[in-house]
Nanobody, 130 residues
């Protein structure tokens, strides 16, 4: 079982930046792909970014490409989401998630489903004001 705790959310003006962190614990953390999803009020949870278990591959949804960067530090078992040039439409609760399967390949450009991930954090609120 993997436990995930997000932090770093908050209120920021449009054009600003935030860095989300996800502290992970569990025996298999370092062999699991990790992802970030978000959910705005009244909307379904949507994929934002994912990073392979070894950090060698990443995937982003189109609307964050060039603005968001996912990374991981396996020594600290922490995953990060650097968010730049934030827009009001980025306002949502952001969730960290761990893949259901260890050592799975992660193809760049693939959009992941919430069903692909088996462990979730509690979420952190990001609010971008115009």
């Amino acid at each position: 079982q993997v436990q995930l705790v997000e932090s770093g959310g908050g209120l920021v003006q449009a054009g600003g930046s935030l860095r989300l962190s996800c502290a992970a614990s569990g025996r298999t953390v370092n062999i699991l792909n990790m992802g970030w999803f978000r959910q705005a009020p009244g909307k379904e949870r949507e994929f934002v970014a994912a990073i392979s278990w070894n950090g060698g591959s990443t995937s982003y949804v189109d609307f964050v490409k060039g603005r968001f960067t996912i990374s991981r530090d396996n020594a600290k078992t922490t995953v990060y989401l650097q968010m730049n040039s934030l827009k009001p439409e980025d306002t949502a609760v952001y969730y960290c998630a761990a893949d259901r399967l260890p050592l799975r390949g992660l193809a760049p450009g693939r959009t992941w489903s919430p069903a692909d991930f088996g462990s979730w954090g509690q979420g952190t609120q990001v609010t971008v004001s115009s």
